[in-house]
T-cell receptor
Framework: NAGVTQTPKFRILKIGQSMTLQCAQDMNHNYMYWYRQDPGMGLKLIYYSVGAGITDKGEVPNGYNVSRSTTEDFPLRLELAAPSQTSVYFC????????????FGPGTRLTVL | KNQVEQSPQSLIILEGKNCTLQCNYTVSPFSNLRWYKQDTGRGPVSLTIMTFSENTKSNGRYTATLDADTKQSSLHITASQLSDSASYICVVRVLVAGRRALTFGSGTRLQVQP
């Protein structure tokens, strides 16, 4: 199993540009999550999904959108990139919302100039 | 003020030495607490999970403790190795408005030197 994969690994955007961060998992997990990690800070939840067709906002959703058309994929969309969105983005998945472990992808480092 | 505070922020130790990382939390009601290891440029990987009734749990050279009364947890690393160099993140799961939510600490960055 590849686990949780993310693309791209790195990206530089100009202010106002848009992009989609891709996330896929092959563990047949129902739950998927997007986090951002700013320097010296804990991970913050952006959006999460409990299954295909169902998404919900996390702690810091402004400026982002998500979709979950399949169990495997959970893309994160930035419509109008801003410097405040410079961060490392992690996608994660888990079997359910219980004590089950979240499995994280390798991250995407995004810089907005 | 962070609801999950970790200390120290960073730590340098020599290979073979032991160290203890601390995690204090104020969030409630507590569901469980998990320690993650995050290597540079990688996503976090779970080391151990502590539930309310557990005081100590070991995973190889890693031993986690939990005092739910004082809301403190520690991660003890024995006989450190160069590969232990990473950030260690404490994550507390709570119930918020009937839903489980995770609160992440900002991590302790450990550097093991030869």
């Amino acid at each position: 199993n590849a686990g949780v994969t993310q693309t791209p690994k790195f990206r530089i955007l100009k202010i106002g540009q848009s992009m989609t961060l891709q996330c896929a998992q092959d563990m047949n997990h129902n739950y998927m999550y997007w986090y951002r990690q700013d320097p010296g800070m804990g991970l913050k939840l952006i959006y999460y999904s409990v299954g295909a067709g169902i998404t919900d906002k996390g702690e810091v959703p402004n400026g982002y959108n998500v979709s979950r058309s399949t169990t495997e994929d959970f893309p994160l969309r930035l419509e109008l990139a801003a410097p405040s969105q410079t961060s490392v983005y992690f996608c994660a998945s888990s079997h359910d919302q219980g004590p089950n472990e979240q499995f994280f992808g390798p991250g995407t480092r995004l810089t907005v100039l | 003020k962070n609801q999950v505070e970790q200390s120290p922020q960073s730590l340098i130790i020599l290979e073979g030495k032991n160290c203890t990382l601390q995690c204090n939390y104020t969030v409630s009601p507590f569901s469980n607490l998990r320690w993650y290891k995050q290597d540079t440029g990688r996503g976090p990987v779970s080391l151990t999970i502590m539930t309310f009734s557990e005081n100590t749990k070991s995973n190889g050279r890693y031993t986690a403790t939990l005092d739910a009364d004082t809301k403190q947890s520690s991660l003890h690393i024995t006989a450190s190795q160069l590969s232990d160099s990473a950030s260690y993140i404490c994550v507390v799961r709570v119930l918020v408005a009937g839903r489980r939510a995770l609160t992440f600490g900002s991590g302790t960055r450990l550097q093991v030197q030869p």
